[in-house]
């Protein structure tokens, strides 16, 4: 049997045999990389310097720091405004050092697999999938001005009069 389809290159159409005999101890050094990563905090401050935050590599928070100096001398707008520009340079930082771990896996994985191209350089049509999400607060006009259609819902016995369900969207 022979891997045929957007993997190709990937596997050069070895045989199955061929292709376990590469492929497990690649993904044993896969799982132990992702291990690795998954220890790893990224960090990011205010731009006041009020705040330092930490992340993990999902990005959610698991330290911060506030400088008693400047908190003293805050009002609790400013400090909330410090709070969320740490996490965000955070989240930010994090991100890069996911995108930098994710190419340089790749690369080895083609390395090791002896392919001369990213595994998934066909799958970059789906970035758009993907779509950049705001970092504005969740009452900020810019999250309320999309409006994604609704589809009728299929009419049962657990609907209005008519038989179709209502919608009821309230903040």
Request: charged share 25%; net charge negative.
């Amino acid at each position: 049997m022979v891997v045929m389809g957007l993997f190709d290159d990937l596997f050069n159409s070895t045989p199955d045999s061929s292709l376990t005999e590469n492929l497990e101890p690649a993904l044993e050094v896969l799982a132990q990389s992702a291990q690795r990563f998954a220890l790893q905090t990224a960090e990011g401050r205010s731009r006041d310097k009020l705040v330092r935050v930490w992340v993990n590599t999902q990005s959610v928070v698991v330290q911060v720091e506030i400088d008693e100096d400047l908190f003293a001398k805050s009002s609790p707008a400013e400090l909330q405004k410090a709070m969320v520009e740490a996490a965000q340079a955070a989240a930010s930082a994090m991100q890069q050092k996911t995108t930098e771990f994710q190419a340089e896996t790749w690369r080895q994985v083609s390395q090791d697999l002896g392919t001369g191209t990213e595994p998934t350089a066909d799958l970059s049509m789906l970035d758009k999938l993907r779509p950049a999400a705001p970092l504005s607060p969740p009452d900020a006009p810019e999250r309320r001005t999309t409006e994604f259609p609704v589809t009728p819902a299929q009419a049962d016995d657990r609907g209005d009069e008519s038989g179709e369900w209502r919608l009821r969207v309230s903040d």
